[in-house]
Protein backbone atom coordinates (compact mmCIF):
# COMPACT_ATOMS: atom_id res chain seq x y z
CA UNK A 1 0.00 0.00 0.00
CA UNK A 2 0.90 3.54 -0.25
CA UNK A 3 0.29 5.02 2.87
CA UNK A 4 -0.08 9.02 3.35
CA UNK A 5 0.15 10.64 7.00
CA UNK A 6 -0.96 14.05 7.34
CA UNK A 7 -0.22 16.28 10.78
CA UNK A 8 0.75 19.01 12.24
CA UNK A 9 3.55 17.45 14.42
CA UNK A 10 6.18 14.95 13.59
CA UNK A 11 9.04 13.62 15.71
CA UNK A 12 12.10 14.18 16.28
CA UNK A 13 11.33 17.67 14.29
CA UNK A 14 8.44 19.19 15.75
CA UNK A 15 6.79 17.62 19.01
CA UNK A 16 4.50 19.28 21.00
CA UNK A 17 3.31 15.73 22.78
CA UNK A 18 2.28 12.63 22.16
CA UNK A 19 0.69 12.68 18.02
CA UNK A 20 4.17 14.06 17.56
CA UNK A 21 5.50 10.79 18.71
CA UNK A 22 3.23 8.82 16.86
CA UNK A 23 4.23 10.46 13.49
CA UNK A 24 7.66 9.98 14.18
CA UNK A 25 7.64 6.27 14.81
CA UNK A 26 3.98 4.81 13.22
CA UNK A 27 4.95 5.68 9.72
CA UNK A 28 8.68 4.63 10.20
CA UNK A 29 7.52 0.96 11.36
CA UNK A 30 4.61 0.94 8.61
CA UNK A 31 8.04 1.34 5.59
CA UNK A 32 9.45 -1.58 7.61
CA UNK A 33 6.57 -3.40 7.04
CA UNK A 34 7.40 -2.39 3.14
CA UNK A 35 4.66 0.03 2.59
CA UNK A 36 5.51 2.90 0.76
CA UNK A 37 4.80 5.75 3.22
CA UNK A 38 4.70 9.66 2.80
CA UNK A 39 4.15 12.00 5.77
CA UNK A 40 2.76 15.46 4.65
CA UNK A 41 3.48 18.51 7.68
CA UNK A 42 3.91 21.70 7.97
CA UNK A 43 7.11 23.04 6.72
CA UNK A 44 7.74 25.32 10.61
CA UNK A 45 10.98 27.08 10.36
CA UNK A 46 12.01 24.89 13.55
CA UNK A 47 11.19 21.88 11.22
CA UNK A 48 13.17 22.97 8.50
CA UNK A 49 16.32 23.69 10.58
CA UNK A 50 16.13 20.87 12.05
CA UNK A 51 15.87 18.64 9.11
CA UNK A 52 18.55 20.83 7.93
CA UNK A 53 16.74 22.18 4.79
CA UNK A 54 17.23 25.52 2.80
CA UNK A 55 14.55 27.97 3.04
CA UNK A 56 12.71 28.28 -0.22
CA UNK A 57 14.40 24.88 -1.62
CA UNK A 58 11.54 23.08 -3.18
CA UNK A 59 8.86 22.67 -5.42
CA UNK A 60 6.71 25.61 -5.23
CA UNK A 61 2.69 25.01 -4.49
CA UNK A 62 0.16 27.70 -4.53
CA UNK A 63 -3.43 27.80 -2.52
CA UNK A 64 -5.97 30.52 -3.60
CA UNK A 65 -8.92 31.86 -1.21
CA UNK A 66 -11.68 34.76 -3.05
CA UNK A 67 -8.98 37.62 -1.23
CA UNK A 68 -5.52 36.49 -1.62
CA UNK A 69 -3.41 33.44 -2.77
CA UNK A 70 -0.72 32.16 -0.81
CA UNK A 71 2.10 30.18 -2.32
CA UNK A 72 4.79 27.76 -0.90
CA UNK A 73 7.40 25.66 -1.59
CA UNK A 74 7.13 21.21 -0.66
CA UNK A 75 10.39 20.26 0.73
CA UNK A 76 11.09 16.50 -0.09
CA UNK A 77 13.06 14.24 1.77
CA UNK A 78 13.91 11.00 3.21
CA UNK A 79 13.63 9.97 6.80
CA UNK A 80 13.81 6.67 8.45
CA UNK A 81 12.74 5.16 5.24
CA UNK A 82 9.44 7.06 4.44
CA UNK A 83 9.45 10.33 2.49
CA UNK A 84 8.60 13.72 4.25
CA UNK A 85 6.77 16.50 2.61
CA UNK A 86 7.15 19.65 4.22
CA UNK A 87 5.02 22.63 3.28
CA UNK A 88 6.80 25.99 4.11
CA UNK A 89 4.25 29.18 4.16
CA UNK A 90 6.42 31.77 5.85
CA UNK A 91 3.52 34.00 6.45
CA UNK A 92 1.28 31.14 7.88
CA UNK A 93 4.11 28.57 9.67
CA UNK A 94 7.45 30.87 9.55
CA UNK A 95 6.45 31.60 13.39
CA UNK A 96 7.89 29.79 16.74
CA UNK A 97 4.79 28.38 17.92
CA UNK A 98 2.95 25.02 16.60
CA UNK A 99 -1.00 26.17 17.42
CA UNK A 100 0.13 29.28 19.51
CA UNK A 101 -0.93 27.48 22.37
CA UNK A 102 -2.24 28.07 25.40
CA UNK A 103 -5.05 30.34 23.22
CA UNK A 104 -4.45 29.22 19.82
CA UNK A 105 -3.13 31.51 16.98
CA UNK A 106 -6.36 33.52 15.58
CA UNK A 107 -5.37 32.42 12.33
CA UNK A 108 -5.23 28.64 13.10
CA UNK A 109 -8.27 28.24 10.90
CA UNK A 110 -6.09 29.82 7.98
CA UNK A 111 -3.11 27.75 8.75
CA UNK A 112 -4.18 24.33 8.71
CA UNK A 113 -6.71 25.47 6.19
CA UNK A 114 -4.29 26.01 4.13
CA UNK A 115 -2.39 23.63 4.55
CA UNK A 116 -4.54 21.17 4.04
CA UNK A 117 -5.29 22.36 0.74
CA UNK A 118 -1.77 22.08 -0.26
CA UNK A 119 -1.20 18.39 1.53
CA UNK A 120 -3.98 17.45 -1.16
CA UNK A 121 -2.12 19.07 -4.10
CA UNK A 122 1.01 17.84 -3.00
CA UNK A 123 0.00 14.18 -2.29
CA UNK A 124 -2.65 14.50 -6.01
CA UNK A 125 1.11 14.98 -7.64
CA UNK A 126 2.76 12.10 -6.71
CA UNK A 127 3.11 8.40 -8.19
CA UNK A 128 1.44 6.43 -7.40
CA UNK A 129 -0.88 8.72 -5.56
CA UNK A 130 -1.72 7.52 -1.91
CA UNK A 131 -4.53 4.20 -1.68
CA UNK A 132 -5.06 5.63 1.97
CA UNK A 133 -4.47 9.06 3.54
CA UNK A 134 -4.56 9.03 7.52
CA UNK A 135 -5.15 12.57 8.89
CA UNK A 136 -4.41 13.37 12.46
CA UNK A 137 -6.43 15.37 14.96
CA UNK A 138 -8.04 18.42 14.05
CA UNK A 139 -5.45 20.35 11.76
CA UNK A 140 -5.66 17.40 9.44
CA UNK A 141 -9.16 16.59 9.50
CA UNK A 142 -10.72 18.56 6.42
CA UNK A 143 -8.82 15.96 4.69
CA UNK A 144 -11.95 13.10 4.72
CA UNK A 145 -14.11 16.33 3.91
CA UNK A 146 -12.33 17.26 1.23
CA UNK A 147 -11.43 13.67 -0.19
CA UNK A 148 -15.16 12.88 0.13
CA UNK A 149 -16.29 15.90 -1.79
CA UNK A 150 -13.61 15.52 -4.75
CA UNK A 151 -15.04 16.13 -8.37
CA UNK A 152 -14.51 13.18 -10.68
CA UNK A 153 -11.65 12.98 -12.30
CA UNK A 154 -9.25 14.10 -9.15
CA UNK A 155 -6.06 12.40 -8.67
CA UNK A 156 -7.20 11.68 -4.98
CA UNK A 157 -10.42 10.23 -6.03
CA UNK A 158 -9.80 6.72 -5.18
CA UNK A 159 -8.08 7.36 -2.15
CA UNK A 160 -10.00 6.17 1.04
CA UNK A 161 -9.59 8.70 4.44
CA UNK A 162 -8.71 7.16 7.89
CA UNK A 163 -9.65 9.92 10.83
CA UNK A 164 -7.14 9.05 13.32
CA UNK A 165 -8.36 10.60 17.13
CA UNK A 166 -5.41 11.34 19.29
CA UNK A 167 -7.66 13.76 21.48
CA UNK A 168 -11.34 14.32 21.02
CA UNK A 169 -10.70 17.94 23.47
CA UNK A 170 -9.10 19.51 20.29
CA UNK A 171 -11.71 20.08 17.31
CA UNK A 172 -10.79 22.69 15.45
CA UNK A 173 -14.19 25.00 15.69
CA UNK A 174 -14.60 28.27 13.35
CA UNK A 175 -17.43 30.26 12.27
CA UNK A 176 -19.30 28.26 9.67
CA UNK A 177 -19.12 31.03 6.99
CA UNK A 178 -15.26 30.59 7.19
CA UNK A 179 -15.91 26.89 5.35
CA UNK A 180 -16.75 28.96 2.20
CA UNK A 181 -13.91 30.83 1.81
CA UNK A 182 -11.55 27.73 1.97
CA UNK A 183 -13.21 26.46 -0.55
CA UNK A 184 -15.97 23.46 1.28
CA UNK A 185 -18.68 23.10 -0.55
CA UNK A 186 -21.67 24.27 1.07
CA UNK A 187 -23.05 20.57 0.85
CA UNK A 188 -20.22 19.59 3.31
CA UNK A 189 -21.44 22.80 5.76
CA UNK A 190 -24.53 21.53 6.82
CA UNK A 191 -25.65 19.47 10.37
CA UNK A 192 -24.93 16.37 8.62
CA UNK A 193 -21.08 17.12 8.38
CA UNK A 194 -18.88 20.11 9.65
CA UNK A 195 -21.63 21.80 11.14
CA UNK A 196 -21.89 21.61 15.21
CA UNK A 197 -23.60 24.08 17.55
CA UNK A 198 -23.91 26.40 14.92
CA UNK A 199 -20.24 26.17 14.21
CA UNK A 200 -17.85 24.38 11.77
CA UNK A 201 -16.47 21.93 14.04
CA UNK A 202 -13.52 20.58 11.13
CA UNK A 203 -13.55 17.18 13.98
CA UNK A 204 -16.93 16.73 13.47
CA UNK A 205 -16.35 16.94 9.83
CA UNK A 206 -13.03 14.43 9.69
CA UNK A 207 -15.27 11.91 12.13
CA UNK A 208 -18.14 11.82 8.85
CA UNK A 209 -16.90 11.63 6.58
CA UNK A 210 -12.94 9.14 6.67
CA UNK A 211 -13.79 5.98 5.45
CA UNK A 212 -12.92 4.76 8.88
CA UNK A 213 -12.30 6.40 12.10
CA UNK A 214 -9.48 5.81 14.73
CA UNK A 215 -8.56 6.11 18.27
CA UNK A 216 -5.21 5.64 19.96
CA UNK A 217 -6.47 2.85 22.27
CA UNK A 218 -9.45 0.57 22.80
CA UNK A 219 -10.81 1.48 26.21
CA UNK A 220 -10.43 5.71 24.98
CA UNK A 221 -12.67 4.13 22.01
CA UNK A 222 -15.81 2.47 24.07
CA UNK A 223 -15.54 5.71 26.55
CA UNK A 224 -15.99 8.28 23.88
CA UNK A 225 -19.32 6.88 22.69
CA UNK A 226 -20.79 8.19 25.63
CA UNK A 227 -21.55 11.67 26.95
CA UNK A 228 -19.17 11.92 29.64
CA UNK A 229 -16.16 11.42 27.28
CA UNK A 230 -17.53 12.32 23.84
CA UNK A 231 -16.83 16.20 24.13
CA UNK A 232 -19.94 17.03 22.13
CA UNK A 233 -19.48 14.55 19.53
CA UNK A 234 -20.28 10.85 20.54
CA UNK A 235 -23.22 11.34 18.32
CA UNK A 236 -21.35 11.47 15.50
CA UNK A 237 -19.24 8.80 16.67
CA UNK A 238 -22.36 6.21 17.16
CA UNK A 239 -22.88 7.08 13.80
CA UNK A 240 -20.24 5.46 12.75
CA UNK A 241 -20.77 2.12 13.80
CA UNK A 242 -18.45 -0.72 13.55
CA UNK A 243 -16.11 1.84 11.23
CA UNK A 244 -14.37 3.25 14.22
CA UNK A 245 -11.55 1.31 16.23
CA UNK A 246 -9.28 1.27 18.72
CA UNK A 247 -5.45 0.67 18.66
CA UNK A 248 -3.32 1.29 21.10
CA UNK A 249 0.12 3.41 20.06
CA UNK A 250 3.34 1.93 20.22
CA UNK A 251 6.45 3.94 21.41
CA UNK A 252 9.85 4.66 19.12
CA UNK A 253 11.78 1.69 21.48
CA UNK A 254 14.88 3.15 19.77
CA UNK A 255 14.74 6.65 21.21
CA UNK A 256 13.01 5.20 24.43
CA UNK A 257 15.34 2.71 26.01
CA UNK A 258 17.51 3.34 28.97
CA UNK A 259 20.29 0.89 28.28
CA UNK A 260 21.09 3.00 25.02
CA UNK A 261 20.12 6.73 26.39
CA UNK A 262 22.37 8.92 25.13
CA UNK A 263 20.31 12.01 27.80
CA UNK A 264 21.09 9.57 30.60
CA UNK A 265 24.16 10.11 32.40
CA UNK A 266 23.95 6.13 32.80
CA UNK A 267 22.87 3.38 30.64
CA UNK A 268 20.66 0.80 32.73
CA UNK A 269 18.23 -2.14 32.11
CA UNK A 270 16.20 -4.83 33.97
CA UNK A 271 19.30 -6.73 35.17
CA UNK A 272 21.08 -3.89 36.30
CA UNK A 273 18.62 -1.46 38.10
CA UNK A 274 21.68 -0.20 40.29
CA UNK A 275 22.34 1.94 37.22
CA UNK A 276 19.08 3.71 37.76
CA UNK A 277 20.03 4.36 41.34
CA UNK A 278 23.10 6.66 39.37
CA UNK A 279 20.43 8.10 36.97
CA UNK A 280 18.26 9.38 40.25
CA UNK A 281 21.48 10.67 42.56
CA UNK A 282 22.46 12.68 39.23
CA UNK A 283 19.06 14.20 38.67
CA UNK A 284 18.51 15.05 42.41
CA UNK A 285 22.17 16.65 42.44
CA UNK A 286 21.02 18.41 38.85
CA UNK A 287 17.32 20.11 40.43
CA UNK A 288 19.14 21.05 43.70
CA UNK A 289 17.62 18.24 46.13
CA UNK A 290 18.73 16.55 48.55
CA UNK A 291 20.73 13.37 47.54
CA UNK A 292 19.50 10.17 48.90
CA UNK A 293 16.99 7.82 49.95
CA UNK A 294 13.83 9.80 49.29
CA UNK A 295 10.76 9.09 46.91
CA UNK A 296 11.54 10.50 44.13
CA UNK A 297 7.98 11.30 42.18
CA UNK A 298 8.68 12.41 38.09
CA UNK A 299 5.74 14.23 36.09
CA UNK A 300 6.43 15.05 32.79
CA UNK A 301 3.46 16.89 30.72
CA UNK A 302 0.99 19.54 29.05
CA UNK A 303 -0.27 21.53 32.18
CA UNK A 304 -3.42 21.45 31.26
CA UNK A 305 -6.67 19.98 33.07
CA UNK A 306 -6.49 16.58 31.30
CA UNK A 307 -3.62 15.75 32.79
CA UNK A 308 -4.74 16.38 37.08
CA UNK A 309 -2.03 17.91 37.55
CA UNK A 310 -4.21 20.33 39.81
CA UNK A 311 -4.36 16.62 41.90
CA UNK A 312 -0.85 16.42 41.82
CA UNK A 313 -0.43 19.70 42.97
CA UNK A 314 -3.76 19.27 45.95
CA UNK A 315 -1.26 16.28 47.14
CA UNK A 316 1.65 18.13 47.40
CA UNK A 317 2.20 19.33 51.12
CA UNK A 318 1.46 15.61 52.08
CA UNK A 319 3.92 14.50 49.64
CA UNK A 320 6.01 16.54 51.18
CA UNK A 321 5.41 16.09 54.54
CA UNK A 322 6.04 12.08 53.38
CA UNK A 323 10.08 13.47 52.91
CA UNK A 324 8.85 12.98 48.94
CA UNK A 325 10.42 14.64 46.19
CA UNK A 326 8.53 16.15 43.23
CA UNK A 327 9.93 16.82 39.78
CA UNK A 328 7.29 18.47 37.03
CA UNK A 329 8.61 19.53 33.54
CA UNK A 330 5.56 21.16 31.80
CA UNK A 331 4.42 24.31 30.58
CA UNK A 332 0.27 25.43 30.53
CA UNK A 333 -2.33 26.65 32.49
CA UNK A 334 0.02 27.55 35.51
CA UNK A 335 -3.12 28.32 37.81
CA UNK A 336 -3.97 25.04 37.76
CA UNK A 337 -0.94 23.77 39.81
CA UNK A 338 -0.97 27.27 42.15
CA UNK A 339 -0.34 25.07 45.82
CA UNK A 340 3.28 23.39 43.96
CA UNK A 341 4.00 27.12 42.59
CA UNK A 342 3.67 28.75 45.84
CA UNK A 343 5.29 26.09 47.83
CA UNK A 344 8.20 25.67 45.12
CA UNK A 345 10.41 28.60 46.12
CA UNK A 346 10.34 27.34 50.13
CA UNK A 347 10.90 24.13 49.47
CA UNK A 348 13.69 24.04 46.79
CA UNK A 349 14.97 20.88 48.03
CA UNK A 350 11.71 18.72 47.34
CA UNK A 351 10.19 20.44 44.42
CA UNK A 352 11.62 21.31 41.14
CA UNK A 353 9.02 22.97 38.72
CA UNK A 354 10.36 23.65 35.49
CA UNK A 355 7.81 25.49 32.75
CA UNK A 356 9.35 24.66 29.31
CA UNK A 357 9.46 21.36 27.05
CA UNK A 358 12.83 19.95 27.68
CA UNK A 359 13.55 16.86 25.65
CA UNK A 360 16.93 15.50 27.16
CA UNK A 361 15.37 16.48 30.89
CA UNK A 362 12.60 14.40 30.43
CA UNK A 363 14.53 11.74 29.69
CA UNK A 364 16.24 12.18 32.75
CA UNK A 365 12.84 12.06 34.76
CA UNK A 366 11.77 8.98 33.21
CA UNK A 367 15.17 7.39 34.52
CA UNK A 368 15.89 8.80 37.34
CA UNK A 369 12.13 9.66 39.26
CA UNK A 370 11.14 6.68 41.47
CA UNK A 371 7.25 6.83 40.42
CA UNK A 372 5.40 8.75 37.55
CA UNK A 373 2.11 10.50 38.58
CA UNK A 374 -0.23 10.80 35.30
CA UNK A 375 -3.72 11.41 37.48
CA UNK A 376 -5.49 12.12 33.93
CA UNK A 377 -9.17 12.85 33.89
CA UNK A 378 -8.93 11.00 30.31
CA UNK A 379 -6.09 9.87 28.55
CA UNK A 380 -6.59 8.68 24.85
CA UNK A 381 -3.58 6.45 25.09
CA UNK A 382 -0.43 8.22 26.96
CA UNK A 383 2.57 7.73 25.87
CA UNK A 384 4.51 8.87 29.01
CA UNK A 385 3.55 5.78 31.01
CA UNK A 386 4.70 3.32 28.80
CA UNK A 387 7.85 5.42 28.78
CA UNK A 388 8.16 5.41 32.81
CA UNK A 389 7.38 1.85 33.00
CA UNK A 390 10.25 1.34 29.99
CA UNK A 391 12.65 3.35 32.59
CA UNK A 392 11.61 0.90 35.65
CA UNK A 393 9.61 4.01 37.13
CA UNK A 394 6.62 2.62 38.30
CA UNK A 395 3.61 4.77 37.19
CA UNK A 396 0.29 5.77 39.19
CA UNK A 397 -2.28 6.27 37.06
CA UNK A 398 -6.62 7.16 36.82
CA UNK A 399 -7.97 4.15 35.72
CA UNK A 400 -9.21 5.61 32.18
CA UNK A 401 -8.17 5.48 28.45
CA UNK A 402 -4.96 4.28 27.12
CA UNK A 403 -3.93 4.02 30.76
CA UNK A 404 -6.32 1.47 31.72
CA UNK A 405 -4.88 -0.80 28.88
CA UNK A 406 -1.33 -0.21 29.89
CA UNK A 407 -1.45 -0.17 33.48
CA UNK A 408 -2.33 -3.10 35.46
CA UNK A 409 -2.74 -2.56 39.72
CA UNK A 410 -0.03 -4.48 41.72
CA UNK A 411 -2.55 -5.30 44.53
CA UNK A 412 -5.79 -6.59 42.00
CA UNK A 413 -3.01 -8.35 39.98
CA UNK A 414 -0.08 -9.52 42.29
CA UNK A 415 1.52 -11.68 39.37
CA UNK A 416 2.43 -9.05 37.10
CA UNK A 417 1.16 -5.84 38.03
CA UNK A 418 3.13 -2.83 36.60
CA UNK A 419 1.87 0.31 38.46
CA UNK A 420 -0.68 1.76 40.88
CA UNK A 421 -4.25 2.61 39.56
CA UNK A 422 -6.99 4.78 41.36
CA UNK A 423 -10.66 5.66 39.80
CA UNK A 424 -11.45 8.98 41.27
CA UNK A 425 -10.45 11.76 39.59
CA UNK A 426 -9.97 13.56 43.22
CA UNK A 427 -6.94 14.36 45.51
CA UNK A 428 -8.40 11.35 47.63
CA UNK A 429 -7.74 8.95 44.63
CA UNK A 430 -4.63 9.79 43.80
CA UNK A 431 -3.49 10.44 47.29
CA UNK A 432 -4.53 6.89 47.77
CA UNK A 433 -2.82 5.19 45.24
CA UNK A 434 0.17 7.36 46.02
CA UNK A 435 0.18 6.27 49.70
CA UNK A 436 0.32 2.83 48.51
CA UNK A 437 3.34 3.71 46.54
CA UNK A 438 4.99 5.32 49.25
CA UNK A 439 4.14 2.08 51.33
CA UNK A 440 6.12 -0.17 48.98
CA UNK A 441 9.00 2.21 49.18
CA UNK A 442 9.46 2.28 52.60
CA UNK A 443 8.36 -1.22 53.66
CA UNK A 444 8.96 -3.65 50.84
CA UNK A 445 11.88 -2.28 48.58
CA UNK A 446 12.12 -6.00 47.19
CA UNK A 447 8.69 -5.63 45.97
CA UNK A 448 8.68 -2.55 44.44
CA UNK A 449 12.29 -3.32 42.65
CA UNK A 450 9.83 -6.30 40.54
CA UNK A 451 7.17 -4.45 39.87
CA UNK A 452 9.85 -2.24 38.09
CA UNK A 453 11.38 -5.33 36.40
CA UNK A 454 7.98 -6.19 35.73
CA UNK A 455 7.24 -2.95 33.82
CA UNK A 456 10.23 -2.90 32.16
CA UNK A 457 9.35 -6.47 29.88
CA UNK A 458 5.75 -4.81 28.90
CA UNK A 459 6.33 -4.78 24.93
CA UNK A 460 5.76 -1.05 23.72
CA UNK A 461 6.87 -1.31 20.13
CA UNK A 462 5.16 -0.90 17.32
CA UNK A 463 5.42 -4.32 16.02
CA UNK A 464 1.64 -5.54 16.90
CA UNK A 465 -0.13 -2.13 16.81
CA UNK A 466 1.50 -1.35 13.00
CA UNK A 467 -0.10 -4.51 11.89
CA UNK A 468 -3.52 -3.74 13.32
CA UNK A 469 -3.34 -0.08 11.60
CA UNK A 470 -2.65 -2.50 8.32
CA UNK A 471 -6.09 -4.61 8.60
CA UNK A 472 -7.67 -1.03 8.73
CA UNK A 473 -5.93 0.56 6.07
CA UNK A 474 -6.79 -2.60 3.99
CA UNK A 475 -10.56 -2.53 4.43
CA UNK A 476 -10.23 1.48 4.18
CA UNK A 477 -8.64 1.22 0.70
CA UNK A 478 -10.91 -1.98 -0.41
CA UNK A 479 -14.44 0.07 0.77
CA UNK A 480 -13.28 3.19 -1.51
CA UNK A 481 -11.89 1.24 -4.28
CA UNK A 482 -14.80 -0.51 -5.65
CA UNK A 483 -16.99 1.92 -5.67
CA UNK A 484 -14.95 3.99 -7.89
CA UNK A 485 -13.91 1.07 -10.37
CA UNK A 486 -17.49 0.15 -11.00
P1 LIG B 1 -0.21 14.22 25.23
O1 LIG B 1 -0.03 13.84 23.81
O2 LIG B 1 -1.64 14.29 25.66
O3 LIG B 1 0.52 15.47 25.61
P2 LIG B 1 1.25 11.75 25.84
O4 LIG B 1 1.56 11.09 27.13
O5 LIG B 1 0.61 10.93 24.79
O6 LIG B 1 0.43 13.07 26.16
O7 LIG B 1 2.61 12.28 25.19
C1 LIG B 1 3.36 13.29 25.77
C2 LIG B 1 4.73 13.30 25.11
O8 LIG B 1 5.26 14.63 25.20
C3 LIG B 1 5.70 12.40 25.83
O9 LIG B 1 6.70 11.98 24.92
C4 LIG B 1 6.29 13.37 26.87
O10 LIG B 1 7.54 12.94 27.33
C5 LIG B 1 6.39 14.64 26.06
N1 LIG B 1 6.34 15.89 26.85
C6 LIG B 1 5.26 16.49 27.40
N2 LIG B 1 5.63 17.64 28.03
C7 LIG B 1 6.96 17.75 27.87
C8 LIG B 1 7.94 18.74 28.28
N3 LIG B 1 7.60 19.81 28.98
N4 LIG B 1 9.22 18.54 27.93
C9 LIG B 1 9.59 17.43 27.21
N5 LIG B 1 8.73 16.48 26.80
C10 LIG B 1 7.43 16.64 27.11
Redesign the pocket.
Known amino acids: MHIAHVAPEMAPFV?V???G?VVGSLPPAQARDGHRVTVVVPGYAKLLAAAGRTPGDGTPVEVGFPTATYAGVVHSFEHQGVRVLAIEQTELFGRPGIYGNPEGYPDNGLRFGWFVRAALEALGALAPVPDVVLAHDWPAALVPVFLASAPAGHPLKGTASVMVI??LAHQGLFPLEFGGYLGLPDAQLGPGSLEGMGLMNWLKGGIVNATRVLTVSPTYAHEILTPAFGEGLDAALRSRGSALTGILNGLDTATWNPATDPHLPRAFDRDHLEGKWQVKAALQEELGFRVGDYPLFGI???VDAQKGVDLVAAITPWLLEAEGQIVL???GHRPLIKPLVDLAPYWTQSIALVE????PL?HRIYGGSDFFLMPSRFEP????QM?ALRYGTVPVVRRTGGLADTVRDVDERPEDGNGLVFEHADPGGLGWATGRALALFRDDRARLDRIRRTGMLDDFSWDGSARLYDAVLEEAVQRVRPATEA
Open positions: KGGLDHNVTRLGSRFDEACGLSI
